[in-house]
Each structure stands twice: as structure tokens, then as C-alpha cells.
């Protein structure tokens, strides 16, 4: 899972600008990305010592014990698929603006990040 704070995202979003068809589109992306670090849990799941699940929901107070699960609308978990498409996207868009802005520093920033973060390899990086 990749780590990236709400403050970056911020950051970023500040910084793009939107009558760039191209920035838009990053910043759309990075405010997406952002809704979905600011998701909190809806409910929590409880571990009853007899080893069964079961709803509860409650207050943060309990969410720091053992055997409390937090539960959100969605699942967590990535699909590779989607995550590979959005990979895809964010390079077109860092190669769009690359060729929209030459000087902006925003196009190397998205690339090493993908990098960093394992997303992309050396030779995608090259291209």
C-alpha cells in the first residue's frame, strides 16, 4: 500500500490549474485519491470471545483494542487491474503536460513517484 499525506494532496490539487485540459485531469485524479484517505469508518466489527463476528457500531473509543475491525462503505482492497489503469493514466497526463509545460517540475514529481512507490520500473520511466 502506498503512503501519501493529505497535505501532498492538498498541495497538489493547489497547484493545478484548470483550464489545462491535462491538469484537470491530474486534479481530478488527486482529489479522488484524497476522498479516499479522508474515508472514515461507518461501523465496527467485534470479536466475541467465544470466537464469533458480530455488528456493533460504536464511538473511536474502542477502535484501538485487538479484536475491533473498522468497517468502511467499500472494501479496501485494490484491484490490480484498476490500479494498473490509473498508473496508465497518470503517465499519459505527466507526458501530456511534459509536452504542454516543458518547465513544469510536476511531470518528474508523478514519475518519481510512481517509481518510489514501485508502480512503474526503471525502463517505463526511460520511455
Known amino acids: 500500500m502506498t503512503t501519501i499525506t493529505r497535505e501532498r494532496l492538498k498541495q497538489i490539487y493547489a497547484e493545478c490549474e484548470e483550464r489545462d485540459p491535462a491538469i484537470f485531469e491530474i ?18 466489527i467485534f470479536k466475541h470471545p467465544a470466537g464469533e ?6 464511538d473511536e473509543s474502542n477502535k484501538g483494542q485487538n479484536d475491533v475491525m473498522p468497517v468502511y462503505t467499500a472494501p479496501p482492497a485494490r484491484d490490480n487491474k484498476q490500479t494498473d489503469e490509473l498508473v496508465m493514466w497518470v503517465k499519459r497526463l505527466a507526458h501530456s503536460l511534459r509536452n504542454a ?17 514501485g508502480l512503474i520500473s526503471v525502463e517505463d520511466v526511460l520511455r
Not at 485519491?33 to 461507518?42: D, T
Not at 463476528?53 to 460504536?58: A, G, N, Q, Y
Not at 517540475?105 to 518519481?112: E, F, I, Q, S, Y
Open 101 to 117: 509545460r516543458p518547465n513544469s517540475k510536476l511531470h518528474d514529481a508523478a514519475m518519481d513517484y510512481l517509481s518510489r512507490k
Open 27 to 44: 486534479r481530478e485524479l488527486v482529489r479522488i485519491a484524497l476522498a479516499s484517505l479522508e474515508s472514515e469508518p461507518v461501523a465496527y
Open 53 to 58: 463476528l458480530f455488528w456493533s457500531l460504536t
